[in-house]
């Protein structure tokens, strides 16, 4: 049974909105506007359920990678295949370092706006959207895991 591709919505989902926040809540607060809007909980508790579901997109493509059915896929999959895990680790990387960042690392009265977070964000989503597309590039042009 391939478990990967019912895992990996709601990482991409949660991951993408506290990144945004994170990001809005930055730019509101070098407008100048006011940034207690509540954004806080709703940040951190969507990046960090974002992560620990990357963490369980990750082991378990690792583990469909190696069991699925490739008898149907195309010449040339493979390259896919070790960018898509290549970005999926990375993306463990940047969001660990960042989540690290906010939760010890960084002093409260500038949590949200320095120049490493919104990169960490900004380097994050760019992430998100090439393991994405990657991922369905695999599956979809492919036939990675179709039997």
């Known amino acids: ?66 069991n699925s059915p490739k008898s149907l896929a195309l010449e040339g999959w493979l390259t896919f295949a070790i960018l898509h895990i290549i970005s999926g680790v990375s993306l463990l990387v940047v969001y660990g370092v960042l989540l690290y960042r906010r939760f010890f690392a960084v002093q409260p009265d500038t949590k949200t706006f320095d120049k490493p977070s919104i990169f960490l964000a900004l380097l994050g989503l760019v992430l998100l959207v090439a393991v994405g597309w990657l991922g369905g590039h695999l599956v979809y042009n492919y036939r990675v895991g179709i039997s």
Do not use: C
């Open 1 to 66: 049974m391939v478990i990967h591709p019912l895992l990996v919505h709601f990482p991409i989902a949660l991951i993408f909105l506290g990144s945004a926040a994170l990001l809005w809540q930055a730019w509101a607060e070098r407008q100048g506007k006011p940034t207690n809007l509540g954004l806080e909980p709703f940040l951190n508790g969507s990046l960090g359920l974002g992560y620990a579901g990357l963490i369980l997109a990750v082991i378990t493509g690792l583990f469909d990678m190696q």
